[in-house]
């Protein structure tokens, strides 16, 4: 297909104002039901299904399954730059995500038996940064992760069991989309192992009667030299 046709096609996709504001909206980089994305445009359900579908076809945006729920968030990077450009021009911002979590539960809590929250999300974008994680092509399932290893070297002098995780008859690391923050965690038994070493260092304990976590002094000192943060950020 000629460039010039291509463009036409995705400027097109764009286009359209319920459209152009499901894609304002995936700008921040968290991912969005079709429902939420519904109600950002403005329209029906069926609508909000077709207009994705447009935005699918073209490549600007795409699916993440997570159990039984869809999520839908931009294609790629580039996609972001695009529409950051378009966004000058018009001369506004895109909006700022604002979680509806309830605000104990925003900063950690225990997704099954590994760490969600804001933190999961922080460690599990730190752990990429520093490539302690790559895709596993030869994983049945999308979304699974190996550990390179820098990663191993790293996560063991954390003293995460990295061998025991390996040894259990489940999914050794994967992407688990986070429902607050909308970005991936880090989940199966590497994320568990993890949750495990930091409950037992006492950087996190467990609340009562909750699956919210709470980061002790301690724990906020040593998780913000890891990050290389401001420990005030981690609250």
């Known amino acids: 297909m000629n460039a010039d046709l291509q463009l036409s096609l995705v400027a097109g996709a764009i286009a359209d104002p319920a459209r152009a504001r499901m894609l304002c909206c995936l700008m921040d980089g ?6 939420e994305l519904a109600a950002v445009g403005e329209v029906g359900a069926s609508t909000a299904s077709s207009h994705l579908a447009r935005l699918k076809q073209q490549h600007l945006v795409e ?22 450009a378009l966004l000058v021009l018009a001369g506004v911002s895109a909006p700022r995500f604002q979680p509806s979590t309830p605000q104990p539960l925003r900063l950690a809590r225990r997704c099954y038996d590994h760490l969600a929250g804001r933190l999961g999300v922080l460690l599990h974008e ?33 003293g995460v069991d990295v061998v025991a995780a390996r040894a259990k008859r489940r999914r050794f690391a ?25 409950c037992e260092q006492e950087w996190l ?4 009667d ?17 990050l290389d943060v401001e420990a005030r950020s981690l609250q």
């Not at 304990?205 to 009562?208: C, M, R, S």
């Open 30 to 35: 968290h991912a969005r039901t079709a429902t």
């Open 63 to 84: 699916v993440l399954a997570q159990g039984k729920h869809r999520y839908f968030k931009l294609a790629s990077p580039e996609v972001a730059r695009a529409l950051e």
């Open 126 to 158: 730190h752990a990429q940064a520093r490539a302690w994680l790559a895709p596993d092509d030869g994983a049945a399932e999308a979304g699974a992760y190996a550990l390179s290893p820098a990663g191993e070297q790293a996560l063991q002098a954390l």
């Open 174 to 198: 994967c992407a688990c989309l986070d429902w607050s923050e909308r970005k991936p965690h880090l989940g199966g038994a590497l994320g568990a192992a993890w949750l495990q070493r930091l």
């Open 205 to 208: 304990q467990p609340e009562l």
């Open 210 to 226: 909750s699956r919210g976590l709470r980061l002790t002094r301690k724990g906020q000192a040593r998780l913000a030299e890891l």
